[in-house]
C-alpha cells in the first residue's frame, strides 16, 4: 500500500504561483521551474497585491516572491 502511494506521489507535480515586478525575471523563473518534471508554474503575477488575488485563486502548493 505505501509504494503504491509513493508512485503516485511521484507523477503529482507541485503548482507553483511566481511574482516579481520585472516580467524578464518571470520569465526566467518559469523556464527553470518547468525544466523539472515535478513542478508546473500555475500562474505569474508582477506585484504583491496580484500575487495575493491569484494565490486565493488558484491555490498553488507554492508562492515565490
Do not use: W, Y
Request: net charge negative; hydrophobic share 55%.
Amino acid at each position: 500500500m505505501a509504494s503504491h502511494l509513493v508512485q503516485v506521489l511521484h507523477f503529482v507535480r507541485a503548482k507553483i504561483l511566481i511574482a516579481d515586478d520585472q516580467k524578464e525575471v518571470l520569465n526566467v523563473l518559469r523556464r527553470g521551474l518547468e525544466a523539472t518534471t515535478s513542478l508546473v508554474v500555475c500562474g505569474e503575477a508582477l506585484n504583491g497585491a496580484e500575487a495575493v488575488v491569484k494565490a486565493a485563486e488558484l491555490h498553488p502548493d507554492l508562492v515565490i516572491l
